[in-house]
């Protein structure tokens, strides 16, 4: 499945960037619309995946972020939202794997335009990793130490 390869590349990532006596990291992933990612999917991987590797101090935080597009021609905006019923299940499935077919599958609602941005709402990242954790792992007093990454 689709999600568990993103959980997946998000786990490796993590692990890859985080040292080893970090303790209750906190990882905000942002997800675009267009991905259409089956979120229960994707937590659910997420959470096989921690256990998978004993990693339990990971907590993650999932933000969608809404799909955003911009005609070039005449510079109006709108959403997946906006279009959404004039897309059949079809077309939808295939922007969840290829989320630039978008292009081939919507015109602009205002001029009829098939020149436009994706603006916001495509792919999968991390947005920032937070960590909390020291040396002798003790998250109390004088230990303690907040890292943000981004």
Known sequence: MHEWALAEAVIETVLKYIPSTERNIEVCIEVGELQQIDLDIFEYALDKLKEEKNIPS?????????ALLKCRRCSFEWTLDDIRNSLGIEELEAVHFIPELI???????RCNSMDFDIVEGRGVRIGYLKTTGGDSGSQTGANRKENEYH
């Open 103 to 109: 292009h081939a599958l919507s015109r602009c609602p």
């Open 58 to 66: 990971i907590h993650f935080k999932i933000v969608v972020i809404k």
